[in-house]
Each structure stands twice: as structure tokens, then as C-alpha cells.
């Protein structure tokens, strides 16, 4: 590991982790899905240091049914974000179950276009039978076969990513070429449901490929970037850690921090009152913004990065705005991501060479040597 | 042409609206000139949007591509290619403008609606009521081949996956009522309890079952626009579409009769007849006389058709390769060969290429033309040459008498394309009392100066009747 020991992502779907989080929300309900709101939360964590936001999305309203909440498309979102922000990582949802990874390939793309090579993909999956009801597709019922949508759906994006050279524009006014067609490549995708010929219509997103990120299991580690996992003490996140196998591997982390107003346990007591929050396997850290950094610290020894899901975001985003960010920054154990800097690049990722320019750059060196 | 008011003719107050095209893929934008810029740089957008806005127009434009264009099964290169996806580029310029609409060009075919329909509301929500849905369709394998489904559709089947489409779309966007979100901190629910209505929807093209998850916008839901010329198309437009673009509006007379069509074809369906706006897309060349502005035109067509393109687009009409030829130099010999057209080369359909290429032999003798001189004055013959002060007379002469409510300009040049026309021609047709001078609404629906939804409309007109 170099550089600063911990980067932190920060989830701000919604109101926050909680599915009944909107009722200590600062705005009432029918602020949620404003322009207004939703970049204000991305300039937040922004400002406050951040590497990276991520948006959770799926095709079913989140919230506890019977009550649920509305939600804005994550890569709608994102895109929005990218244009009113000009540092921070972000990194929308976007489920393959059901998708066109086509379009999904293209919708990421041109995120990394917008954002000037700041996108990334977190990877999830649509596991609820509903899912396939609203899309009107056939269902994806278990585990495995999610598991394949969301592996092939990764590797049909990640090959359209690479579909385009660098520089197949070469606007040659001598020979009248826009493209040169030789730096463009079909991918002749095949898989078990489905297959798709390529190449892409979004030229090479800056960064040559996005950020992925995913839970481990569910997409093959050589097709990852971040794994992103789970364990409800450190000796478990340091286990999953070890067994992961991607670049870069970043703690699931649940907040609920004292406030001014309220402690962690009284602001998690009272919306259980509502709905339950539950427990998905994560490290939970209920109290006061001291104990979270001596956490954060502790975790670095294991991991490259922590993704926190506030219980509210209007709450606890501010408590780690104002405390946990600065404290750590103090001790150097975070660093703000630099102007002009790609996600990649922050996360100490390099450029991936081009799949395609590889393997052509291979079979001319092939033949030199003959 | 007089300046004041004239009275005698059939709209003396009507308004022109103007879009633009930020133009994918086609020969017609002109990539090799030194100030033509990046067609992928999230600037490039920014900036013709932005000069739109300047313009007090009403809508920016993007296309969808799903397949590169080839020809003879090779990727074509030599026109400009690779573009965003529409609804994402144009998610990040909601945050960058205030007023202008955003459209998207979204295919029905290749998408499904629970999904398209959503990613269209939030654009309309962060946007405040700014969303516009080109609704487009596809009914080649060719396309397919990138898709799930893969080879697909009936040419038959196509408007009624679309038709269908926008009912469930709608189902959708009416999904919640008005008012439907609460909006107390200290509410009880977040929504009104009652307020959010389930869509089960069985029919031919889709069987789906879903809870909308999405509020109305400002403007109630994205406009509809269509683009479809086929009379299958204008019937689609009829039923369902707020705007309609059309290939009308170069002579005045053929776009009278198109619009004059158009209305027949909304009394049709019950619709009253100036409820579709009419956008047909143009190209306007400015230039300070009229021989400037000819010259300018000459040099734009030779810069767009060069002599690569000029060999692939008789190459497309002959059915042959002629790449080889010499453009400058006089047309094949051969006859054309009648192939069938695949849809890899767009939707262009040439319908007997003997006739086609008999009178481009007695044309060319007759005046003596290349093979390029000959596409170039021979092809397709869009937009309009001329002076601020010529052009905003014509127009003027246009939409006042409903021959057009404006037009869909395609720049030829990215991103600077549009300044002549928001710096020069704008004035002069503010001076005819034909254009805005400042925003008209916040919403795309009110810019445009529309009713409601039709969804809405029918359910407010059938609660008077009852």
C-alpha cells in the first residue's frame, strides 16, 4: 500500500442507510428528488474530502413497503453530479440482471466523459422476483444465475470500453477519414443468454476503463477493481480481504454518529420505531466520532478504502464532515482527491492498456521478430 | 415583405421555435475545418447548449446511436462517429442550464419501457421540467445484434411496439397523482397514502407489473416528439406526439402540405389542429450579402462532401464499390445494381436506383457536372441561404402563414456553428415580433407553447363532459 492509507467513499442514496432515514431528514419529503438536493449532498461530500460517492439504484422503489420512497435513476443522477462537482470519484449502481449491458457499457461511458475521467460502476444485482415483473423479462431466480448476468454484463461493458482505440479519431483531411476503422473492434461477445457484436458507439472513456467495483463472488476478481466487502468485525473484513484478489479492497461500513442532538443509539432507536435496519453482515458503528476514527484507523492496516453508509445523511454526513474527515486528514490517514485527477489515478490505478491495441501491438512485434 | 404586422395572413401573431440538432453521425457536420471541435468533449455540448440557451431556443438535441454504420459489412469512417448516450449527456447539462429543453432520442425498440421511462423522468426532475423524448424505432437484425433480444422486429410491428410502449410509459408517469409526495417534514408517510398507483400492463409487446417510482415533473411529463415521415409515422405523430420533425421545410409549399396534412390527420383523431408543433430540421447559412452567403454555402458543400464521401454516397446508389473512381471526373458507366438494404447504413432507402441515376446522367450532361458536382447539387437539398434580414423575412413568411412552427437547426460546425445564427439572425427575427424575447416559461411544454399531457387533457376533458 502507498500513498495516503484509507480512502473514503461515502454512499448518499436517498436520506440515508436506514430505510425509514427521511424521517430525520432536514427537508421534507417532496425535497428529495429536486435538482436542489441532490446536488447539494454531492457538493458536501465534495467539500468535505471524499474520494468517491456511490448511488444505489435498482429497478423496484426502495423505502419499507408499504410506504416507499421515490428515487431518481442512479446514472441520471451521477451525471447531474458530475457537471456541478469537479473533484470527487462517483459511482452509480447499475444492475445487469436485467439490463442491456449495451446500453449499460454506453450510460458509464459517457459518465467518464461528462465527469473528465472521474466515473466509476459499482456492480449489484436485481434479486428480487418483482425485478423481473417491472422489466417484463424473463427471471433471473438464483444466486448463480445473477451471478453469470452480472459477470458476462461486465465483461460485454469492460470489452466495448476497449472496442474503441484511444485514437481511432484520427480526422485525417488528407485522406478524408474521420475513423480509422483498423483502432475499431467488434467484440463478438457470447455468452449463456445472450451475445452482442460491438463496437461501442461512446469512443474510449478517459480513464480506458471505468472503475468497477463489487461485492467478491458476484463478478470474477480479474474483472474488478474494488471489492467491496462485508464482515461484521475486523478479523472477518481482514478474512474477506485476504480471499478477495482485486486491486484494491474497500470495508463496508455502517454510521450512526452522536450529534449534537441526539446520540448514534437515540437517532438508530428512534426510526426503528419505523422500520428495522437490517443487518446485512457489515461492520455497524454506532456513537460517538472518535470511536468511528479509531475504527477507520484500524482498518487501514487491512484495507485500501471504507465505504460509509450513513443512517442520515443530513445527520451524519455533517459529523463526518466536520469531524472524521478533518481528524483524519490531520493524521494523514486520508487525502483529499487532487483537481484534475481521475478516479484511477487517486486510487493508485493505472490506465489500463487497451485489449485490443495489446494484441495487435503483439502480433507486430511477433512479426519484427521474424 | 413588409416589417410591420401584416394582417392578411392566416397566423398574424404566431411565434417561430427553434431546436438544435447536436448532430451524431452524417456527412453534414463539418469535421475537417481548423475550428471545428471535439464531438465527444463534454465542453462541445456545453457550449452549443449554452449558445442556444443564449438564443432563447427551445430545445437541444441529441441522437441515439446503436450500431456503427458500415458499408459492405466495413465500419464506414468517413464521417463523424462515437457519441454519448443521450439521456446521460444530457442528465449533466441539466445542471449547467436553466431553461433550455433537453431531448432525448430514444429507441422503443431496444429498450423497455419501466426502464426508459424512469431514466426519462428523473432527467425531467433534474431538469425541473426541461425532458423531451424523440421517440424513434428500429426494425433491422443488423441493430439487434447488439442487443439481448438480438435480430428482431417486424417493419409492422415496429409502431405498434412503440404505440404501446408510450401507453405504458404514460401509465408510468401518471403513476403518481399530483401533490402525490408529501410535503411536511413532520409527515406521517412519505407519500399521500392512496396517491401511488401500481401499472399492470398485458398486451402484445409488453407484460409488466411495477410500481412507479417516480413523481410528475413541472411540466407533467417529458413532450413527445416524432420524427417518422411514412404516413404510418404522421399517424403515430397524430395520436401521440407534441412536436413532430419532418424533412418539410426547405420549400414553402411542400411544407405547407405537410402541415396542412399534419392537421388533417390531428381533426382525425379529435385533436384540435394546432396542437403539434412542426419542427422540420434545416441548415442556415448566414452571410452578410446574398453572394457571401452563396459563396459560404459552396464551400460548406465541398467541405462536406468530399471526394471520399461523394464516391460512398454514389457507391450507396449504385450499389457498387467505387471507391477507386475519381470523384472529380465523370459518373460510372454502369448500370446501378439493385441490392437489398440491410439498415446498416441508417434508414435511407433508395427506391429505384435506375430512374435515380437516369436523371443524374441527364442532369450532369446538361450542366456539365463531376460526379461530386453532381451529389452535391443533386442530394438532398436542406436549409436555407441568405442574410439575417432575407432569411427572418422568410421565415416570418413561413410560420405566419403555418407553414412550419419553427425549425431544428443542424449546425455544421461544433461547437461554434450556432453563433451567427443566436448573434445575427435572432435580432432580426425579434425585430419581425416572430421570436421570444426572453423565456415564455420554465418548462420545455410551455416554451413550446402546449396543452398539457394528452394522458391528462383526456382525463380533465372527460371529467367537463361528464
Same mark, same amino acid.
Given at each position: 500500500m502507498t500513498g495516503p492509507a484509507l480512502h473514503l467513499a461515502v454512499e448518499i442514496d436517498g436520506d440515508g442507510a436506514h430505510p425509514a432515514a427521511w424521517r430525520r431528514a432536514?427537508?421534507?419529503?417532496?425535497?428529495?428528488?429536486?435538482?436542489?438536493?441532490?446536488?447539494?449532498?454531492?457538493?458536501?461530500?465534495?467539500?468535505?474530502g471524499f474520494t468517491l460517492i456511490t448511488l444505489d439504484d435498482g429497478v423496484l422503489p426502495p423505502g419499507a413497503s408499504p410506504d416507499p420512497v421515490g428515487r431518481i435513476g442512479a446514472v441520471e443522477r451521477a451525471a447531474f453530479v458530475a457537471a456541478s462537482t469537479s473533484t470527487i470519484g462517483i459511482a452509480p449502481i447499475v444492475p445487469v440482471t436485467y439490463a442491456e449491458p449495451f446500453h449499460v457499457s454506453s450510460q458509464l461511458a459517457s459518465l467518464d466523459h461528462v465527469s473528465a475521467g472521474r466515473a466509476g460502476w459499482v456492480v449489484a444485482e436485481e434479486e428480487r422476483p418483482e425485478a423481473a415483473r417491472a422489466w417484463g423479462r424473463p427471471l433471473v431466480a438464483d444466486a448463480e444465475a445473477q451471478a453469470r448476468e452480472s459477470r458476462d454484463g461486465v465483461e460485454v461493458a469492460r470489452a466495448l470500453w476497449d472496442s474503441w482505440e484511444d485514437d481511432a479519431v484520427i480526422r485525417s483531411v488528407a485522406t478524408s477519414r474521420y475513423l480509422d476503422r483498423e483502432r475499431l473492434h467488434y467484440i463478438d461477445f457470447t455468452g449463456e443468454t445472450y451475445a452482442v457484436k460491438g463496437p461501442a458507439i461512446v469512443p474510449r472513456p478517459p480513464q480506458g476503463q471505468l472503475v468497477v467495483l463489487a461485492r467478491p463472488g458476484r463478478v470474477p476478481a480479474a474483472q474488478l477493481d474494488v471489492a467491496l466487502v462485508e464482515g461484521r468485525d475486523l478479523a472477518s473484513v481482514a478474512a474477506a480481504t485476504a480471499a478477495a484478489g482485486t486491486p484494491r479492497v474497500f470495508a463496508e461500513v455502517e454510521v450512526a454518529l452522536d450529534t449534537p442532538d441526539a446520540t448514534g443509539a437515540e437517532r438508530v432507536a428512534d426510526l426503528e420505531r419505523h422500520a428495522p435496519w437490517t443487518d446485512q453482515g457489515r461492520l455497524r458503528h454506532i456513537g460517538p466520532a472518535d470511536r468511528l476514527i479509531a475504527l477507520l484507523h484500524e482498518l487501514s492496516r487491512h484495507v485500501d478504502g471504507v465505504r460509509l453508509h450513513p443512517l442520515?445523511?443530513?445527520e451524519d454526513l455533517s459529523v463526518l464532515s466536520r469531524l472524521v474527515l478533518p481528524a483524519l486528514s490531520e493524521r494523514r490517514l486520508v487525502a483529499r482527491p487532487l483537481p484534475g485527477t481521475s478516479l484511477r489515478s487517486t486510487l493508485g490505478l493505472e490506465r489500463p492498456a487497451n485489449r485490443f491495441a495489446a494484441a495487435a501491438a503483439a502480433v507486430a512485434a511477433q512479426e519484427d521478430a521474424r | 415583405m413588409t416589417r410591420t404586422d401584416p394582417l392578411d395572413v392566416p397566423r398574424p401573431h404566431a411565434q417561430l421555435h427553434f431546436g438544435v440538432f447536436f448532430q451524431g453521425v452524417n456527412h453534414w457536420t463539418v469535421w475537417s475545418a481548423p475550428d471545428s471541435g471535439s464531438q465527444i468533449d463534454p465542453a462541445s455540448f456545453r457550449k452549443v447548449a449554452?449558445?442556444?440557451?443564449?438564443?432563447?431556443?427551445?430545445?437541444?438535441?441529441?441522437?441515439?446511436?446503436?450500431?456503427?454504420?458500415?458499408?459492405?459489412?466495413?465500419?464506414?469512417?468517413?464521417?463523424?462517429?462515437? +457519441?454519448?448516450?443521450?439521456?446521460?449527456q444530457l442528465s449533466a447539462l441539466a445542471a449547467v442550464t436553466r431553461r433550455i429543453g433537453l431531448v432525448s432520442t430514444s429507441n422503443s425498440t431496444f429498450n423497455e419501457p419501466a426502464d426508459?421511462?424512469?431514466?426519462?423522468?428523473?432527467?425531467?426532475?433534474?431538469?425541473?421540467?426541461?425532458?423531451?423524448?424523440?421517440?424513434?424505432?428500429?426494425?433491422?437484425?443488423?441493430?439487434g445484434a447488439n442487443f439481448r433480444r438480438g435480430g428482431y422486429l417486424d417493419h409492422a410491428d415496429r409502431y405498434r411496439r412503440a404505440e404501446e410502449f408510450l401507453t405504458v410509459a404514460r401509465a408510468l408517469w401518471d403513476g403518481w397523482e399530483d401533490g402525490a409526495t408529501a410535503d411536511s417534514a413532520g409527515a406521517r408517510h412519505w407519500s399521500v397514502p392512496g396517491?401511488?398507483?401500481r401499472v399492470r400492463h398485458r398486451g402484445p409487446q409488453f407484460d409488466v407489473d411495477l410500481a412507479p417510482t417516480l413523481p410528475r415533473s413541472a411540466q407533467g411529463h417529458p413532450v413527445i416528439f416524432q420524427a417518422g415521415d411514412s404516413g404510418e409515422g404522421r399517424d403515430f405523430a397524430a395520436r401521440n406526439a407534441d412536436v413532430i420533425f419532418s424533412a418539410h421545410g426547405n420549400d414553402f409549399d411542400d411544407a405547407l402540405a405537410f402541415a396542412e396534412d399534419i392537421r388533417t390527420r390531428l381533426r382525425a383523431v379529435g385533436r384540435p389542429d394546432d396542437d403539434l408543433r412542426i419542427l422540420p430540421g434545416t441548415e442556415i447559412i448566414i452571410g452578410a450579402t446574398e453572394e457571401e452567403a452563396q459563396e459560404k454555402k459552396r464551400w460548406i458543400r465541398f467541405q462536406q462532401v468530399t471526394p471520399a464521401t461523394a464516391l460512398g454516397i454514389a457507391g450507396l446508389l449504385w450499389g457498387i464499390d467505387l471507391s477507386d473512381r475519381d470523384a472529380d471526373g465523370p459518373l460510372p458507366e454502369e448500370d446501378p445494381v439493385v441490392a437489398e438494404n440491410d439498415g446498416s447504413f441508417g434508414a435511407r432507402r433508395i427506391a429505384d436506383p &435506375?430512374?435515380?441515376?437516369?436523371?443524374?446522367?441527364?442532369?450532369?450532361?446538361?450542366?456539365?457536372?463531376?460526379? +461530386?458536382?453532381?451529389?452535391?447539387?443533386?442530394?438532398?437539398? &436542406?436549409?436555407?441561404?441568405g442574410t439575417p434580414s432575407g432569411l427572418a423575412d422568410k421565415f416570418a413568411h413561413f410560420v405566419r402563414h403555418g407553414a412550419v412552427d419553427g425549425f431544428n437547426v443542424t449546425p455544421f460546425l461544433v461547437p461554434d456553428g450556432l453563433d451567427d445564427i443566436v448573434d445575427l439572425l435572432v435580432p432580426e427575427l425579434q425585430e419581425r415580433g416572430i421570436y421570444r424575447t426572453e423565456y415564455t416559461g420554465t418548462t420545455l411544454r410551455e416554451n413550446l407553447g402546449l396543452r398539457g399531457p394528452l394522458t391528462h387533457r383526456t382525463a380533465r376533458d372527460r371529467r367537463q363532459a361528464g
Open positions: 432536514a427537508h421534507s419529503p417532496d425535497q428529495l428528488l429536486t435538482p436542489r438536493r441532490v446536488a447539494r449532498v454531492a457538493a458536501v461530500a465534495e467539500n468535505a442520515v445523511l443530513d | 449554452q449558445t442556444a440557451e443564449r438564443g432563447l431556443f427551445d430545445a437541444f438535441f441529441l441522437g441515439e446511436g446503436l450500431r456503427l454504420r458500415e458499408v459492405d459489412g466495413r465500419i464506414h469512417d468517413l464521417d463523424v462517429a462515437g +457519441r454519448p448516450d443521450a439521456l446521460t426508459l421511462a424512469r431514466r426519462l423522468s428523473g432527467l425531467d426532475l433534474l431538469s425541473e421540467g426541461r425532458a423531451g423524448w424523440n421517440v424513434v424505432t428500429t426494425d433491422n437484425a443488423w441493430t396517491a401511488l398507483h &435506375r430512374t435515380v441515376v437516369a436523371e443524374w446522367r441527364a442532369k450532369a450532361e446538361t450542366h456539365g457536372w463531376s460526379l +461530386r458536382e453532381t451529389v452535391i447539387a443533386l442530394g438532398p437539398q &436542406r436549409g436555407h441561404v
